[in-house]
């Protein structure tokens, strides 16, 4: 169940990350958020009426933290990747939500076997390889991009940690929170960009067309299924190999890019994406049951 819901929620996210980027390449990141924000809370309210949710204090309390992550991590992650090259700005993220998450168990007393460890060895050599990229025909991220990208993975995995703290008989109503605190936090963040940067609209009334809405809503669907399929991964196994299990869905996001966007891929980028799965399943060997 752990692995089939951690593969099911790294594909909701990719593909929810990719339509994202491409409306925040038309739209302020903060727009796409924000109307993707509400879309999902909606999708998940109506999945509530046949999961369940169960408003404890514990579970409105991870909701809260994990609305804030989510918050910082998808403006981050769109705004990293409307800058690009999507084929290096995506792994990264992924490789820090991976780890963070495996940091965090070791910090409240789990043990990694000799695997997880060689792995952590393994996501460091990775990050380098997909952060570099040889020769004239590619293009580097930017600082900016770069800065954004740490900031997604950092919030993702928040996510995944205040998410797995949520009570196991919570059913939905962590992610609803989550939801409510999320937008919240985006229509502050557009009210003080509003005021201090005078844009000439509040929300650009553009991501309402017929072209943009498409890709707005897909990428709320994506991410408010992503987070459902985490919950049940890690509501049937371990955090840390939900994680891992999670944190593959750069692989989507990239082929739909070389696909869509005609991006190229570098051999040391290659390897580096190759040298980072492969971490993430030595992770979830080393991972004690």
């Not at 609305?67 to 090259?85: E, K, Q, R, V």
Request: with cysteine; aromatic share 10%; net charge positive.
């Amino acid at each position: 169940m752990t692995i089939l819901f951690g593969l099911l929620s790294a594909f909701s996210y990719g593909y929810a990350d990719f339509v994202g980027a491409l409306a925040a390449k038309k739209v302020r990141a903060i727009t796409v958020t924000t109307v993707a924000f509400v879309f999902g809370l909606v999708i998940a309210t109506a999945l509530s009426l046949f999961v369940g949710a169960n408003f404890s204090q514990a579970a409105i309390t991870s909701g809260i933290y994990a609305g804030i992550a989510s918050g910082i991590a998808i403006t981050c992650l769109y705004a990293a990747l409307a800058l690009g090259p999507i084929s290096i700005v995506s792994p990264l993220t992924a490789v820090i939500s991976a780890i963070i998450p495996v940091v965090f168990d070791l910090a409240t007393g789990a043990k990694l076997g000799p695997f997880a460890l060689v792995a952590i060895v393994l996501v460091l050599v990775a990050v380098v390889l997909v952060a570099f990229v040889p020769g004239q025909d590619f293009r580097l991220p930017s600082a900016r991009a770069i800065v954004y990208s740490i900031g997604a993975g950092v919030g993702f995995a928040g996510i995944f940690v205040f998410l797995d703290g949520a009570p196991s008989d919570s059913g939905l109503s962590t992610l609803i929170v989550m939801r409510i605190v999320g937008i919240a936090l985006m229509l502050a963040g557009l009210t003080f960009a509003f005021f201090k940067y005078r844009p000439k609209q509040f929300l650009e009334t553009e991501v309402f067309s017929r072209s943009l809405i498409r890709l707005v809503l897909l990428a709320g669907l994506g991410d408010v299924l992503g987070n459902v399929f985490f919950l049940v991964a890690t509501r049937a196994g371990e955090l840390a190999i939900a994680a891992v299990l999670t944190s593959l869905y750069p692989v989507g996001t990239i082929l739909l890019a070389r696909i869509v966007l005609k991006e190229r891929i570098a051999r040391s980028q290659s390897l580096g994406i190759v040298l980072a799965i492969g971490a993430c399943v030595l992770i979830a060997i080393g991972k004690p049951a």
